[in-house]
């Protein structure tokens, strides 16, 4: 009995061992970005607490892009050192993502939040709507960005996007807000909405102007959806474009601007970056600065979002310059994932408190990765079994003939 069972065991064994499927491969440590290291001001807030992380949310766009670190195609150029802790390269036209350093990380937005304000609420206003002003659009923070709107000025829609755009006027955005959705925590609702139709499932807006809020998030890719859909809109690409405008005077507001004033669109990458599409500028304290902006080069347009970046020794703009040309010295057809086109990501409606719950859960519409072929074991694990097979009985026949 004793033989038997060891040479029951001894099959078993070796079965198990042919028939297991190979072991997986050990998940690959992300690449480090190129990085250009700079010490932090000491008067610098703490980095707030990101939401859990989705996995399905960090699969979007394809699996590579769900890395914290660099991902460029096989061959790519070495991408450009920058102090963005995250940022991405795409092609608006095809959506494809050229390149990416911790697409699916969460980051603060700061003022490129007004881009999602913008592709929310383009389609929903006339342009020559005019709106008065009320003293609760004028209700934020003191020393932030504003056009200069007056409480009981009238100015039309179209001028409003354009201070918004230009100027990044938090007063602008309450009044959009307000005005495309009923209030302004109507307009942040109906934000939030797009974001989910967009497939922009790690954004969380809470100010329609970006302004700091408990909860507020977004992605780089999360930015560049954004920024496709923005970039579709005739209006949009028109206002990202106008260098100045001159905001009508105010005879009737508190208090009166007899003369009116003008204001200049802060995005120097329009004056200074051959085939300039636009953009956005973004700062505050808590998320440094952001950036988005998009260009034109031999018939491709590309767009570049980065979050987290310092002013040194490059501005925001100039880093995204930097990556741009990075991206257009890349060839056609190469990528690493792409941007999921509108409504093309199913979420449900998020909880109530989506700064401290998980996100919503989604169907991804992914990019498969490429993977070489598992090598054919069929015909090697068939001939094994024979050969074990074969020696176990001769083994035993002889072990009963021994007892005979």
Request: charge should be positive; proline fraction near 11%.
């Amino acid at each position: 009995m004793t033989g038997r069972r060891l040479l029951c065991a001894l099959i078993g064994t070796t079965l198990a061992a042919l028939l297991a499927p190979p072991p997986a491969a050990a998940a690959a440590a992300p690449v480090p970005c190129p990085t250009v290291r700079v010490t932090p001001k000491p008067s610098r807030p703490p980095k707030p607490t990101p939401p859990p992380a989705v996995p399905e949310q960090k699969a979007v766009g394809g699996p590579d892009l769900a890395s914290p670190g660099l991902v460029v195609p096989a061959g790519a150029s070495r991408a450009p050192a920058v102090t963005a802790s995250s940022w991405l390269v795409a092609d608006l036209d095809t959506g494809e993502v050229l390149g990416a350093c911790g697409a699916h990380e969460y980051g603060t937005p700061a003022s490129v939040q007004k881009l999602l304000l913008a592709a929310t609420m383009i389609p929903r206003l006339d342009p020559k709507q005019r709106v008065r002003v009320t003293r609760a659009d004028l209700n934020f923070e003191p020393g932030s960005s504003a056009v200069g709107l007056l409480q009981g000025g009238v100015y039309s829609v179209e001028l409003l996007w354009l201070g918004l755009l230009l100027q990044s006027g938090n007063d602008a955005a309450n009044v959009l807000a307000r005005l495309g959705g009923g209030s302004q925590a109507g307009g942040v609702r109906l934000m939030n909405e797009e974001a989910r139709r967009l497939g922009a499932l790690q954004t969380h807006a809470v100010t329609p102007s970006g302004l700091d809020g408990p909860g507020q998030f977004t992605s780089a890719y999360d930015l560049a959806l954004i920024a496709r859909a923005c970039f579709a809109l005739p209006a949009f690409q028109r206002y990202t474009l106008v260098e100045r405008v001159q905001v009508p005077r105010q005879p009737r507001a508190t208090p009166p601007d007899p003369r009116g004033f003008q204001i200049q669109n802060e995005n120097d990458l329009i004056r200074e970056y051959d085939g300039a599409l636009g953009g956005k500028t973004g700062f505050t304290s808590l998320a440094r600065h952001t950036y988005v902006g998009a260009a034109e080069r031999g018939g491709r347009r590309l767009v570049v979002t980065l979050l987290g970046a310092e002013p040194r020794p490059l501005r925001g703009w100039q880093q995204g310059a930097a990556l741009l040309d990075w991206g257009f010295a890349q060839p056609a057809g190469a990528g690493v994932g792409r941007l999921v086109s509108p409504g093309s990501v199913a979420a449900p409606t998020p909880t109530a408190t989506p700064s401290s719950e998980p996100g919503p859960t989604a169907h991804v519409e992914a990019v498969p990765r490429s993977h070489s072929p598992a090598p054919a074991r069929a015909p090697f694990v068939v001939a094994g079994v024979a050969v074990v097979i074969v020696l176990a009985f001769a083994l035993a026949l002889r072990a009963v003939r021994r007892r005979r």
